[in-house]
């Protein structure tokens, strides 16, 4: 139905209208693939929390991030003094996640249960005389709480058992599996890390991996059918741990056969019209920067501000996000990590929980599909949320997106995503359309161009208009040497200031000089620098260095082939450059974050913000 025009902009109440819709729909597949019922439940979800818990937090001079010791930690090193998988609950209620995945057993093999399989786990450990069962607690919570039990496992990298023969190996790691598949109740997801890969002689005996993966993937079929392997044969990560989501996001690839391994533990680009259907997960460890994924005392961690913006980039973008809130040797999550998480649930819950107007289940041929949705009278909406229905597949390849003013002319939203819609995406509109074009009364939402047949037909599951409700970024003062990098990247020689270290967003470094890396963060008095774009965004979006949409005034410009640098000098006070953070980081963000990963050496952008003064772009 096709409202008369008389009527638009002067809506009391919300009004969605379909220019052409479909009236009765028997097929919608069209022959596209169709994720399972678990697929579809994970996809669901959206959010997860990982728990990075094992021998590397226990071991010396600090832990570990891989056990690399390799037979050099013993279990006794292993006691916690006052493990609480309850807290571990509340914390995922915190967060807003609805599976929790726990390292069961994580590079060097140790065992968070009860094994007969291997001597090298708790059982061999101090903690409550080596009878505990730490799986067996944490999946007991995990019912209790209503929360999805997924356990993290690597098979091709147990060092207490690499000196075994190759079938001895594999054959343990299928033992091992079938322990935690059958004494603990159902395991809703395994976490194969390396998934697909081989391994050195330190780790896993010559011969058993990749070989064996065929072996593993056949077991827990066969041992536990509704167990969903991601990574592994059901789904894939993305390619890094910045907690971006690549996009677009295309759930299908081309394998023979879903058990193979034509693809590995990370996502490609996908495949339009591909054999199978394959979701994304995208993960960050609330220990950044550095990525640690195991407890250390006093390392840096994300603000509620940060979490909130990553989750913009994931599940805004079709991806499940995964966060890991990592306990400390108490065997709790630190609190300062739980208040973060808390600050982003808030943030999510008061952007999406509402919305200014809704439209939900809308069917028609991508060619027909034209939705127009109107705000009521004064209201006032930033964000455009868009929801595909995926239970028969993926069908929405790109769309246009527009927003119509006062005067009724309508502007196409530029900085929109533009391309797969998929489980959730949210376009932000930039803010300096709306001040072009004045107050936005509607969204109109067209797809140009689909996957499947021609006649496929797509899904709306819901389409709605919000206001953005971000959290404010906090300053904090953190020591200088709890922030490290080990990326090449990170390594390189500064190349700006002479060397100067800034922060990021929201941080203060304190204490003496370290080696200086070019993403080493520390203030420099009377001087605040922007960090505008990273990797591809600047020759993709047509900026060039001092593009004048960024310019404050009073700035310095430096810059390379791959990112941009301003900086303000002298430094103005907060108020002037809050003004002028608040004028250009919607558009900012639009540009750089929206565009897709186009290789895997370009895997991302990096938006930092205004450093030393609390404010991210």
Not at 51 to 66: D, K, L, R, V, Y
Request: with cysteine; glycine share 8%.
């Amino acid at each position: 139905m096709v409202l008369p025009s008389a009527t638009l902009g002067r809506a009391i109440f919300p009004i969605v209208y379909v220019l052409t819709a479909v009236s009765f729909l028997s097929d919608l597949s069209f022959g596209l693939s169709s994720p399972t019922a678990g697929q579809l439940e994970f996809q669901d979800r959206e959010l997860a929390m990982f728990m990075h818990f094992s021998m590397c937090t226990f071991a010396p001079n600090g832990g570990c991030e891989q056990d690399t010791a390799c037979r050099s930690n013993p279990p006794s090193l292993f006691n916690p003094s006052g493990l609480n998988t309850t807290q571990w609950m509340q914390t995922a209620v915190d967060l807003g996640a609805k599976q929790i995945c726990l390292t069961a057993h994580h590079t060097g093999g140790f065992a968070l249960w009860n094994t007969n399989v291997t001597d090298y786990g708790i059982k061999e450990s101090p903690w409550m005389g080596g009878k505990g069962d730490i799986v067996k607690e944490f999946t007991d919570s995990c019912r209790e709480f209503g929360i999805s039990p997924c356990l993290y496992f690597i098979n091709d990298w147990d060092c207490w058992e690499s000196n075994d023969t190759a079938p001895v190996y594999v054959q343990k790691q299928l033992d091992m599996l079938t322990e935690l598949l059958t004494k603990y109740g159902t395991i809703d997801r395994l976490w194969f890390d390396f998934y697909g890969a081989g391994c050195t002689p330190a780790w896993c005996p010559a011969g058993s991996f990749p070989d064996g993966w065929a072996k593993v993937v056949a077991h827990v079929r066969k041992t536990s059918p509704s167990t969903l392997m991601l990574p592994g044969p059901d789904g894939c990560e993305n390619p890094s741990e910045s907690g971006d989501g690549i996009y677009p996001v295309i759930n299908y690839i081309n394998d023979t056969h879903p058990d193979t391994l034509g693809h590995v533990e990370h996502c490609s680009d996908g495949v339009p019209n591909g054999n199978y259907y394959v979701p994304h997960e995208s993960d960050i460890t609330i220990q950044n920067p550095g990525d640690a994924w195991f407890w250390h005392e006093g390392h840096v961690f994300l603000s509620g501000a940060e979490l909130f913006t990553h989750y913009l980039t994931t599940v805004g973008r079709g991806s499940t996000f995964i966060v890991n809130m990592p306990p400390n040797t108490t065997g709790i999550v630190p609190e300062e990590f739980v208040e973060s998480v808390r600050v982003m649930n808030t943030a999510v819950k008061e952007s999406f929980g509402a919305d200014v107007a809704s439209h939900e289940n809308i069917s028609a041929t991508c060619q027909d599909m034209v939705v127009v949705i109107e705000a009521p009278n004064g209201a006032v909406f930033d964000t455009v949320m868009m929801q595909e229905d995926l239970s028969h597949g993926q069908v929405i390849l790109s769309y246009t997106l527009e927003v119509r003013d006062t005067s009724g002319t309508w502007t196409q939203v530029s900085t929109a995503h533009g391309q797969t819609v998929g489980r959730r995406l949210i376009d932000l509109l930039p803010a300096s359309l709306q001040q072009a074009v004045g107050a936005v009364t509607a969204a109109r939402f067209t797809c140009t161009s689909h996957m499947g047949s021609p006649g496929q037909v797509a899904t709306l599951s819901k389409i709605s208009l919000h206001k953005l409700s971000p959290p404010p970024i906090p300053h904090r003062t953190v020591p200088l040497q709890s922030y490290y990098s080990t990326s090449g990247e990170d390594t390189a020689p500064c190349a700006f200031r002479d060397c100067t270290i800034y922060t990021n967003a929201g941080y203060t470094l304190v204490g003496s000089e370290a080696t200086v890396l070019n993403n080493g963060y520390a203030d420099e008095p009377g001087v605040a620098r922007v960090d505008l774009v990273y990797n591809e965004a600047v020759s993709d979006n047509g900026l060039s260095n001092g593009s004048s949409v960024f310019q404050p005034s009073g700035y310095k410009n430096y810059g390379s082939d791959d990112s941009m640098y301003l900086y303000i000098t002298p430094a103005p006070g907060r108020t002037a450059v809050e003004a002028w953070y608040n004028a250009v980081k919607k558009d900012f963000w639009a540009l750089a974050s929206n565009k897709s990963r186009t290789s895997a050496a370009n895997s991302g952008y990096k938006m930092v913000g205004v450093l030393g003064y609390g404010l991210e772009l």
